[in-house]
């Protein structure tokens, strides 16, 4: 299918001709979302951003891609082209790190009728018109690409995001009765990371995403100084983890045997009320 393609604010943008309708409401979100971005997390905005109205996993994947790496992904498709399309049906928007600069994939409104959204009514309060959804999947995608270069584990990295658009709305946007994961899981090792997902039942994914929203938000209220110290360069997940433990006053081997317990204790009165103080949307 031919891409026509338009550059504004700094960044291109792609679609089919057939998608002009969200092609042109995605300027100005972009340009709502990068003032966000850059105030909630003092970062600059990545060179040679592409932000596509996808319609197809492929679009993202291959026309993003160096020739090259179109070559090594044709090679290496029957290895991963399953779990891509798996996650495809979940995802309104996708992130995707190119040497090049990052790559932003958003769905059009019209697909979402028929995307598969029994993991977002999981986590999130219910959704609000398709003009405010598009615009939080936006802010969402671009936090990612903001951070793209960091390379961070899947807790921070979803985390920002969630966090970025709890800023834009000014209101939580994970429900709060999400926390009775955390207790199911007081003592966790590891956090997942993003080569787990595509293998993961729901459960388990939607774990993966509320752990890292809380325990990042515990970390953003909590201790404010440490996350621009996290995003200051890029990190292992193993520096990362004794940065935490510095900051906590705990070990990096137990660090994350502790942090659930130490987010409830934080955001009991949330836990408390759970859900039933109030509906917020969140798209």
């Not at 092609?23 to 990545?46: F, H, K, Q, Y």
């Not at 590891?190 to 752990?211: K, N, R, T």
Request: hydrophobic share 40%; proline share 6%.
């Amino acid at each position: 299918m031919p891409l026509v393609s338009l550059s504004e604010n700094g960044m291109l943008f792609w679609s089919a001709p057939e998608e002009q309708e969200t092609l042109d409401l995605l300027g100005p979100l972009c340009a709502d979302s990068i003032r966000l971005i850059e105030e909630s997390w003092d970062l600059s905005l990545p060179r040679h951003i592409r932000v596509y109205v996808m319609t197809h996993w492929s679009h993202l994947t291959f026309h993003a891609a160096s020739w090259p790496l179109r070559v090594l992904y044709a090679l290496t498709l029957p290895l991963w082209y399953r779990n891509v399309r798996k996650m495809w049906v979940y995802v309104a928007g996708l992130t995707m790190r190119y040497r090049g600069g990052p790559a932003v994939g958003i769905k059009p409104i019209r697909l979402w009728e028929t995307r598969e959204d029994s993991l977002g009514r999981r986590i999130f309060y219910p959704l609000g018109t398709d003009t405010l959804r598009l615009h939080n999947i936006v802010c969402h995608e671009l936090t990612h690409a903001y951070t793209a270069h960091l390379r961070l584990p899947l807790w921070l990295n979803e985390g920002m995001a969630m966090i970025t658009v709890d800023r834009f709305l000014e209101r939580d946007t994970v429900r709060h009765s999400t926390l009775q994961h955390l207790r199911a899981n007081p003592y966790t090792n590891q956090p997942a990371d993003y080569a787990m997902l595509a293998q993961m039942p729901e459960d388990y994914i939607v774990y993966a995403y509320v752990h890292g929203y809380w325990v990042t938000r515990y970390l953003f209220e909590a201790y404010p100084d440490l996350l621009p110290r996290l995003l200051a360069k890029r990190r292992s997940p193993k520096a990362i983890d004794v940065e935490l433990a510095r900051s906590l006053g705990t070990s990096p081997k137990t660090v994350w045997k502790e942090m659930n317990m130490r987010v409830l204790t934080y955001f009991a009165d949330l836990e408390e009320n759970k859900d039933a103080s109030r509906e917020p949307m969140i798209a």
